[in-house]
């Protein structure tokens, strides 16, 4: 079993930032697996925001791009999305996803 549970969500104003966390449990080795982040908006279907692969290889919605960050910490198997000069369109409930497995989400709401 994997458990995934994120953290960091809120209301920010229009360029602000703010970092999201998943702390991983159970039976997962981040620093071995693909770890990503999704997000879906109201009415929307929940696209991939980006991916840390076991390596550390890192792949991101062109959305987001120059934008957000993936990181990870292996010692703490938590990842890491570090979002910059948000904008109203990034609003979504934000999900961590690993082998198959998901976070229950925390929500990202940006004000213009």
């Known amino acids: 079993q994997v458990q995934l549970v994120e953290s960091g969500g809120g209301l920010v104003q229009a360029g602000g930032s703010l970092r999201l966390s998943c702390a991983a449990s159970?039976?997962?080795?981040?620093?071995?697996?693909?770890m990503a982040w999704y997000r879906q908006a109201p009415g929307k279907q929940r696209e991939l925001v980006a991916l840390?692969?076991?390596?550390?290889?890192?792949n991101y919605a062109d959305s987001v791009k120059g934008r957000f960050t993936i990181s990870r910490n292996n010692a703490k198997n938590t990842v890491y999305l570090q979002m910059n000069s948000l904008k109203p369109e990034d609003t979504a409930v934000y999900y961590c996803?690993?082998?198959?497995?998901w976070g229950q989400g925390t929500q990202v709401t940006v004000s213009s």
């Open positions: 996803w690993a082998r198959s497995y």
């Open positions: 159970g039976s997962i080795f981040i620093s071995q697996n693909n």
């Open positions: 840390i692969t076991g390596p550390g290889n890192t």
